[in-house]
């Protein structure tokens, strides 16, 4: 259905759905504002337009249940009413939870009707809308299209958010080549934002582009706004693992060690409940080498052996896996690196040196990557 909120509250909802007693002059003496609340929402043009894209078996057997029950409840039964706004209530919330843009759509929706049935008056007025007394409900009438009007205006947001975060991915990349500033790139990264505010890694992108302009409170603010939209532990992780990025360039040495150790204990579980999975044993490495990194500034030296020692066991472990990752491999020459900065010990740089010679015989390594070979030797003492 695509006639708007307002007119499918008027054509799908022809008759009381509520029980509403009437009183001689016609005036309504009862109202259960819960299910004309429901029954405006499941009839709004875009909990109908959702449902049509959403048409699969389980949500056309809950819609024909609800048919099914609309039919019955013209009867009067209490108990029916009961099981209408409850089956209208269930249809709602699946589709919001298939469908993000149909979420924030409606949730704009329901507020503005919730708002109107706040007051005796208003939820009166409701009913007699639902009902189908037009004219009775001119004033609410008047307030569901300007709530209709913000909920087109979110999901016009939401849809040029996300053209927007295509381009600004683009923008990345150009900057990378030397192409923008960074201060472009943010910029771009700002308006996503401000247009949908809600997507977690929007903010960590943004974060980590204020950190490196220098603007080091913005960095702070983007870090927790990347916490609050965390959608599971990983985010969440990611999130802490910014926010004591940014608390270690700020010198607070002390959050940044709490927030890196927040972000070891969400990998720790993340790897102990999927060893298998590569990707969380590389965000486990990562946040020991964090928090390696502020022990060094503490000079905590064997608190820094541990975590490295600790990251540096993953890496090899990763490396051995897929010999074939370049990537993996000089993170494990790196992982050497350190372990040698921290320990003296040049037995690390020859380990380092071998891999990386053995990298750059199988083509692994680019021409600019000689300098790499250059500052090995130099630490293995050759």
């Known amino acids: 259905m695509t006639r708007g909120w307002l007119v499918a509250f008027v054509l799908v909802l022809g008759a009381p759905l509520s029980g509403l007693a009437q009183t001689p002059t016609g005036a309504l003496a009862q109202v259960d504002v819960r299910a004309e609340v429901a029954a405006a929402l499941y009839a709004a043009s875009a909990t109908q337009a959702a449902g049509e894209r959403v048409a699969d078996a389980k949500m056309r057997a809950q819609r024909k249940a609800i048919d099914e029950l609309r039919a019955q409840v013209r009867a009067g039964d209490a108990q ?57 409900a001119l ?71 204020y950190q490196e302009a220098g603007r080091l409170p913005d960095a702070r603010r983007a870090a927790k706004a990347a916490a609050d939209t965390a959608a599971d532990d990983h985010d969440r992780a990611v999130a802490l693992g910014a926010l004591g990025d940014v608390q270690s360039a700020q010198g607070d040495r002390p959050g940044a060690l709490a927030s890196y150790q927040a972000a070891l204990a969400i990998a720790e579980r993340l790897a102990q409940a999927d060893p298998g999975n590569l990707g969380w044993q590389r965000d486990l490495a990562i946040s020991h080498e964090h928090i390696g990194k502020v022990r060094v500034a503490q000079g905590d030296g064997p608190g820094v052996l541990a975590s490295y020692r600790a990251a540096h066991a993953i890496r090899e472990r ?65």
């Open 139 to 209: 004033a609410v009438l008047d307030d569901l299209r300007k709530a209709r009007d913000a909920a087109r205006q979110k999901r016009a947001d939401i849809e040029s958010a996300a053209e927007g975060r295509r381009i600004a991915k683009l923008a990345v990349d150009a900057r990378a080549r030397g192409k923008l500033t960074t201060a472009q790139v943010i910029a771009r990264y700002e308006e996503v934002t401000r247009l949908d505010p809600g997507v977690h890694w929007d903010w960590v992108e943004l974060g980590r582009l």
């Open 318 to 382: 990763l490396a051995q896996a897929d010999p074939s990752n370049a990537q993996w491999q000089r993170n494990l020459i790196v992982s050497f690196v350190k372990l040698n900065d921290v320990t003296g010990d040049r037995a690390y740089a020859e380990q380092a040196l071998s891999l990386a010679l053995a990298m750059q015989q199988r083509g692994m390594l680019a021409p600019r990557d000689t300098w790499m070979i250059v500052d090995l030797m130099r630490r293995a003492g050759r």
């Open 80 to 136: 029916l009413r009961a099981s209408l706004t409850a089956a209208q209530e269930a249809y709602v919330a699946a589709l919001a939870a298939r469908d993000r843009a149909y979420a924030q759509e409606i949730a704009v929706f329901r507020a503005a009707v919730q708002d109107i049935a706040a007051t005796p008056e208003g939820a009166a007025a409701l009913a007699r809308f639902n009902a189908g007394d037009e004219i009775g």
